[in-house]
T-cell receptor, first 110, second 115 residues
Framework: DAKTTQPPSMDCAEGRAANLPCNHS???????VYWYRQIHSQGPQYIIH???NNETNEMASLIITEDRKSSTLILPHATLRDTAVYYC???????????FGPGTRLSVLP | KAGVTQTPRYLIKTRGQQVTLSCSPI?????VSWYQQTPGQGLQFLFE???????NKGNFPGRFSGRQFSNSRSEMNVSTLELGDSALYLC??????????????FGPGTRLLVL
């Protein structure tokens, strides 16, 4: 079973920041938080991952709470092309497969 | 650098047949994982290969098998196809042992329809 809980759907206005929450209250100390997205039955696309510290790349920012029990993926300026299902996954550093939950379906509205 | 490629992209088979799907990982990546995605069950892990050895296996029947070649390319085989095997089959590659976690990069998938 997935170790994460995400809202099933969210809406966001185009040009605004999209903040996608994820709860992972049972995360262990050496488990990473990964985010992927899947656009209309294409292969999942890697977005970002982190362990303890907040992370930022060209696509998004990942904010992990100090107790690591939850995190938020931030798309700073959402576009229509960001409409997708977003998956939050926790897993060990290596040797463990990804367990995907149902994710959050983000709809970016014009 | 080219991404993960999967062939064929679409496939139609009939019940009882078998099928072989192919995956070419990103150059330099040595781990290949396979996933099945269906509307009812979502994305489910099938198995992972690293250095030609199966390193991890999901909860699927023995009809589902795979292998990895010395060049890291991988194939998965499904024998005695059932209607429920209709799905999007996804392959992902990663570079084990790199710092910061083994990020998996997914291919576009092979869509299999069993009639």
């Amino acid at each position: 079973d997935a170790k994460t809980t995400q809202p099933p759907s969210m809406d966001c206005a185009e040009g605004r920041a999209a903040n996608l929450p994820c709860n992972h209250s049972t995360i262990s100390g050496n488990e990473y938080v990964y985010w992927y997205r899947q656009i209309h039955s294409q292969g999942p696309q890697y977005i970002i991952h982190g362990l303890k510290n907040n992370e930022t790349n060209e696509m998004a920012s990942l904010i992990i709470t100090e107790d690591r029990k939850s995190s938020t993926l931030i798309l700073p300026h959402a576009t229509l092309r960001d409409t997708a299902v977003y998956y939050c996954i926790v897993r060990f550093h290596y040797g463990q497969n990804f367990v995907f939950g149902p994710g959050t379906r983000l709809s970016v509205l014009p | 650098k080219a991404g993960v490629t999967q062939t064929p992209r679409y496939l139609i088979k009939t019940r009882g047949q078998q099928v072989t799907l192919s995956c070419s990982p990103i150059s330099g990546h040595r781990s290949v994982s396979w996933y099945q995605q269906t509307p009812g069950q979502g994305l489910q892990f099938l198995f992972e290969y690293f250095s030609e050895t199966q390193r991890n296996k999901g909860n699927f029947p023995g009809r589902f098998s795979g292998r990895q070649f010395s060049n890291s390319r991988s194939e998965m085989n499904v024998s005695t196809l059932e209607l429920g095997d209709s799905a999007l089959y996804l392959c992902a590659s990663s570079l084990p042992g790199t710092g910061g976690g083994e990020t998996q990069y997914f291919g576009p998938g092979t869509r299999l329809l069993v009639l």
